[in-house]
């Protein structure tokens, strides 16, 4: 069984541009997770999707950051325009219902320059 | 809001055992998690405590003790591939959705 992807694996943008982060969760996997870390710092909760609902959106930092996902299976994490704080790891993570096991992308590394 | 505390580094020698605690706060508490981060890799998960008690998986263990808002990793026989990121991350009620909330993590170095 595949796990989840992530894609790219590593992004570097300027500041000002937008860039687009993909994540396929494991199929069958209604929630799926975003986080981001810096360096140093905590697995930062961002938003959680059930299926192709939003459930709680509380942790993305401003409106600059958008995700979707269409269908409910894979979703996209958009950032616009990039800022120099928004640079680290996005992760992705996926759970079937009720479990509180989450499996994880390997995460996109951004660096906003 | 949760907050989460542990220990940024730990060291341990090859073979020996280390705890890693974890200590939060936080409000509608279902249960706390430990997950695995190697460098560069993601994150992987370990254990899950709902209940009070020590739930055992080969080397490793994990404790919750729910009235002291505390729980621990504990890794025996260490191995330098043990070398990783541990984070707790606790299951809570937050506005009516289970949300996870992760610790800044512990960098276990294991040395020869």
């Known amino acids: 069984e595949a796990g989840v992807t992530q894609f790219p694996s590593h992004s570097v943008i300027e500041k000002g541009q937008t860039v687009t982060l993909r994540c396929d969760p494991i199929?069958?996997?209604?929630?799926l997770y975003w986080y981001r870390r810096v360096m140093g710092k905590e697995i930062k909760f961002l938003l959680h999707f059930v299926k192709e609902s939003k459930q709680d959106e509380s942790g993305m930092p401003n409106n600059r950051f958008l995700a979707e996902r269409t269908g409910g299976t894979y979703s996209t994490l958009k950032v616009q325009p990039a800022e120099l704080e928004d640079s680290g790891v996005y992760f992705c993570a996926s759970s079937q219902a009720l479990s509180y096991e989450q499996y994880f992308g390997p995460g996109t590394r951004l660096t906003v320059t | 809001g949760q907050s989460l505390e542990q220990p940024s580094e730990v060291t341990a020698v090859e073979g020996a055992i280390v705890q890693i605690n974890c200590t939060y706060q936080t409000s509608g508490f279902y249960g706390l998690s430990w997950y695995q981060q190697h460098d560069g890799g993601a994150p992987t998960f370990l254990s899950y405590?709902?209940?009070?008690g020590l739930e055992e998986t080969g080397r490793f263990s994990s404790f919750l003790s729910r009235s002291d808002s505390y729980g621990y990793l504990l890794l025996q026989e260490l191995q330098m591939k043990d070398s990783a990121s541990y984070f707790c991350a606790v299951r809570s009620n937050s506005g009516g959705y289970q949300k996870v909330t992760f610790g800044t993590g512990t960098k276990l170095q294991v040395i020869p």
């Open positions: 405590n709902a209940l009070d």
């Open positions: 199929s069958g996997h209604d929630n």
